[in-house]
């Protein structure tokens, strides 16, 4: 059975600050996506990983993939509030999430 | 483009009574599934359509959960008779193709409450 694992599961930072977030799966797969949750609201599609060494960025974060060690990272460079949300990854085999990462960041 | 439609947004409902969810996918995506997201937990995969036809629903409760998705494009997923447990929120995504290069497109959900 998949097992997507995502940690921290919590995460406080401070504004400016840098951290990563981590996502380890447990069989072969060839795509993972991460999504962006916020409070009552519904999830929104923030990267699409297709291939080994694949790397991605949108403003202040960055996403990658390497599917030799099953384990794709969500870094987060010079945290500003605006990110506070759960973050999370999901594998495309089986289509399953990991319990998400609830980052608050903080002024 | 408009987005993935559900309704209602929110229903509460007593303990083994019935209820309905509505979804109308993005036009022209082939691909549809409805996860179901307990409060504090990711999104878990209830059943997945390609066209009308089932794909996976390995993980819907078929005592009580059943899905339909009639000329492959709108679907309905109910619960009869729900339970306590089933409170959540429901979700519909659509993809134009499974594991879509773009991602899963996700509707805002029914939040359901069961007293």
């Known amino acids: 059975e998949l097992k997507v694992e995502q940690n921290p599961l919590f995460l406080s930072m401070q504004e400016g600050k840098n951290y990563t977030i981590y996502c380890n799966y447990s069989?072969?797969?060839?795509?993972l996506y991460w999504y962006r949750q916020d409070p009552g609201k519904s999830l929104e599609s923030l990267f699409v990983?297709?291939?080994?060494?694949a790397v991605k960025q949108e403003g202040r974060l960055m996403a990658s993939l390497d599917t030799k060690a099953r384990l794709s990272t969500l870094h987060i460079t010079a945290a500003v509030h605006d990110l506070s949300a759960t973050y999370f990854c999901?594998?495309?085999?089986?289509?399953?999430f990991g319990a998400g990462t609830r980052l608050t960041v903080k002024p | 483009e408009a987005g993935v439609a559900q309704s209602p947004r929110y229903k509460i409902i007593e303990k083994r009574q019935s209820v309905a969810f509505w979804c109308n996918p993005i036009?022209?995506?082939?691909?549809l599934y409805w996860y179901q997201q307990i409060l504090g937990q990711g999104p878990k995969l209830l059943i997945q359509?390609?066209?009308?036809?089932?794909?996976?629903d390995s993980q819907l409760p078929k005592d009580r959960f059943s899905a339909e998705r009639l000329k492959g494009v709108d679907s309905t997923l109910k619960i009869q008779p729900a339970k306590l447990e089933d409170s959540a929120v429901y979700l519909c995504?659509?993809?134009?193709?499974?594991?879509?290069?773009?991602?899963?497109?996700f509707g805002s959900g029914t939040r359901l409450t069961v007293v």
């Open positions: 995504a659509s993809s134009s193709s499974k594991g879509g290069r773009i991602g899963y497109t």
């Open positions: 069989t072969t797969s060839d795509r």
């Open positions: 990983l297709l291939s080994n060494g």
């Open positions: 999901a594998v495309d085999y089986d289509m399953r």
């Open positions: 036009s022209g995506h082939a691909t």
């Open positions: 359509f390609q066209n009308n036809g089932v794909v996976d």
